[in-house]
């Protein structure tokens, strides 16, 4: 049987006190009002599947009012064998363990599974902030590429070492000129990494965007992403050194891939500013869409979580969605109501009715 979460057990994570039900490994649908708790129960699966969460700015918030601990305890299954992943956040530190070891790095975890999850605040990718995109890139790229992460952590290490060192310079005395010629060596070779492989990645996302993007908008539109890097690996030796003034008088690195971005096209044009709202959700959910069939390419251990993504599709919207979605890998979907979703995709699935008990405010 493929990988899937076999059971969920939280304790004090967001509005919870207590939380354990067992899951289908194909589809299942969390139904209930606004409100109810829908939304962090999808975020406890992604805790325990990535090691963090998606919404929280740290780890506290992840902590039910009043109580000083969070607890998500996920029974993973694959062919018979059992895993346990334990996310825990105690007084705001969080630990992860598998199999009752404690995991020391979360880059040694991260890519244990894929979580591909759709939500409204995908809708970023097109209209919001180019950290948002790049935050797309890294946290997929990652998911697969063992090499990636291992640059992208590196980089953003020299990072943190090259602008402590320009803050605390003087752009009109003397530097140790070697030691920052030192860290900008070992800064550009993670960047060509992380540039190579965000080409490669965008490139096997186009390959699929352009297919998916064409089918669910009824054969209207073709979408597509065009990588914009701050520099070229062909550039970046030269521009750093003609830009070593420049950062030294800003105090900040000013060049490099953490600054580069990607322009999401409809029909060739930017979908910003000439799309409709419509054809920008569209394209927005055809690129997470393209996102769950790399990964399924490339890894069997994938988890699909639709946030109410489905209220606002018709039935033959949802029917083309999950064509794409439902290859064998576990799905989980929230929604008010299963009125809004397809009898077929009702049909095989496990409904879970959550009902608003005694919680916080929370989400």
Not at 52 to 74: C, G, M, P, R, T
Not at 310 to 315: N, R, Y
Not at 325 to 347: H, R, Y
Request: net charge positive; glycine share 4%; charged share 25%.
């Amino acid at each position: 049987m493929m990988f899937h979460l076999k059971r969920l057990n939280i304790q004090n994570f967001r509005c919870y006190a207590q939380f354990n039900e067992q899951f289908s490994p194909t589809i299942n649908i969390l139904v209930g009002n606004n409100a109810v708790g829908k939304t962090s129960l999808v975020e406890a699966v992604y805790c325990a599947g990535l090691g963090k969460s998606y919404k929280a700015l740290n780890d506290q918030e992840l902590i039910k009012n009043n109580e000083n601990y969070a607890f998500v305890k996920a029974e993973f299954t694959e062919e018979g064998k059992n895993d346990e992943i334990v996310f825990s956040v105690v007084n705001g530190k969080k630990k992860i363990q598998q199999n009752g070891q404690i995991i020391d790095r979360l880059s040694d975890y991260f890519g244990y599974i894929n979580v591909v999850l759709f939500s409204a605040d995908d809708l970023n990718l097109i209209k919001g902030t180019p950290a948002h995109r790049r935050e797309f890139l890294d946290s997929s790229i990652s998911q697969n590429n063992k090499p990636y992460l291992k640059a992208l952590l590196n980089y953003r290490k020299y990072l943190k070492q090259r602008n402590e060192f320009l803050k605390q310079t003087d752009q009109s005395t003397n530097y140790d000129a070697l030691l920052l010629e030192t860290i900008t060596e070992k800064l550009i070779k993670e960047a060509k990494t992380i540039i190579f492989e965000r080409q490669e990645f965008v490139k096997a996302l186009n390959e699929k965007l352009k297919t998916i993007n064409y089918e669910i908008s009824d054969e209207k539109d073709c979408g597509a992403i065009v990588y914009v890097p701050n520099r070229t690996i062909d550039e970046l030796e030269k521009s750093f050194k003609e830009r070593i003034q420049v950062d030294l008088a800003l105090k900040t690195t000013t060049i490099g891939p953490h600054r580069d971005d990607f322009i999401p096209l409809i029909n060739q044009k930017h979908a910003y500013s000439f799309a409709s709202s419509g054809q920008q959700r569209t394209l927005a959910l055809a690129l997470k869409l393209s996102l769950a069939a790399l990964c399924q390419s490339q890894n069997s251990r994938l988890i699909i979580v639709l946030d109410d993504v489905f209220s606002e599709l018709d039935a033959n919207r949802q029917n083309k969605i999950m064509k794409y979605l439902d290859k064998g890998q576990q799905i989980i979907i929230t929604t008010t109501s299963i009125e809004a979703l397809s009898p077929a995709v009702i049909k095989k699935s496990k409904i879970m009715e959550i009902i608003k008990e005694e919680r916080d405010e929370q989400r």
